[in-house]
């Protein structure tokens, strides 16, 4: 790596640097020190150029190094989020029908306490009782947070939205709740949150734009609306998940 700063940064986690095959650096770290290492090369980034994005495990790495030729995606032109939310809306309503079985969205009651989760999922085991051996952490040159999923040819997959889509979502939450990319572990994106929601009204309007983007963490995770909800507020962490 050619730059001083990264390489103190690196060097000061005990970090192991590598180069993958198309030039882009990276790096492999133990994982309790991963997110504090994310964080100081992202607090470096206006210096050095780079933006750092956790993959996961080193398997993780290892098969993005084989993969990342074929994975890059053409920029497209990106999305009105408010337009693209209505128009997912309605056609989840046309695929369950009218029989009134299922409310879409789901709302419910507010819950009398959600859960927080207190570390990134990338970083931890799949029961999430531990820290990962190592993470990889790839630094990408030159990247606006919104940009990553065009690099990363991240989206276009079953229910996962196409890299455009990720891109204009990216691009709304940062402009609204100074939300950036952390972390893209093959099926998952995590963001980390600077300004998040305090009132409910605020939370479950954004709770309803996640559940149209994504799906599944409500569909098999809280359920409902106002579940979602509770749980974004004073969230500094937001998980997202696709099959």
């Known amino acids: 790596m050619a730059d001083h700063r990264i390489e103190q940064l690196l060097s ?4 192991k640097t590598r180069v993958l095959g198309n030039g882009t650096d990276a ?3 133990v994982g309790e020190h991963a997110v504090q290492l994310w964080q100081d090369l992202f607090e470096a980034r206006s210096t050095t150029g780079l933006y750092p994005i956790i993959v996961g495990n080193t398997t993780n790495l290892r098969a993005l ?3 990342w030729q074929s994975q890059a995606a053409d920029e497209e032109e990106e999305v009105s989020v408010p337009e693209w939310v209505e128009e997912r809306l309605t056609e989840m309503k046309e695929d369950v029908g009218d029989d009134g079985s299922w409310e879409i969205p789901p709302r419910g009651p507010w819950p009398y306490q959600a859960s927080h989760s207190r570390e ?5 085991s799949s029961s999430g009782t531990r820290y990962l051996g190592y ?6 040159r030159g990247s606006e947070p919104w940009e990553l999923p065009f690099v990363l040819g991240f989206g276009g997959w079953n229910e996962c939205p196409a890299p455009a889509v990720h891109a204009s979502f990216i691009r709304h939450w940062n402009e609204r ?4 990319p952390v972390a893209f572990t093959g099926d998952v994106l995590e963001m980390a949150v600077l300004r998040q929601p305090v009132e ?5 309007e954004l709770a309803i734009e996640q559940f149209a983007y994504c799906p599944d963490i409500v569909d098999q995770g809280t359920e409902t ?3 979602l909800a509770a749980e974004i507020i004073g969230q500094p962490r937001w998980f997202f998940w696709w099959d």
Not at 135 to 140: F, T
């Open 177 to 180: 709740y100074g939300a950036v």
């Open 12 to 15: 000061a986690r005990g970090a």
């Open 225 to 227: 609306i106002e579940g």
């Open 135 to 140: 993470v990889g952490i790839i630094l990408i």
């Open 120 to 124: 990134f999922h990338s970083v931890m």
């Open 65 to 67: 190094d084989k993969a």
């Open 27 to 29: 790096c492999e770290v």
């Open 200 to 204: 409910p009204a605020e939370a479950i």
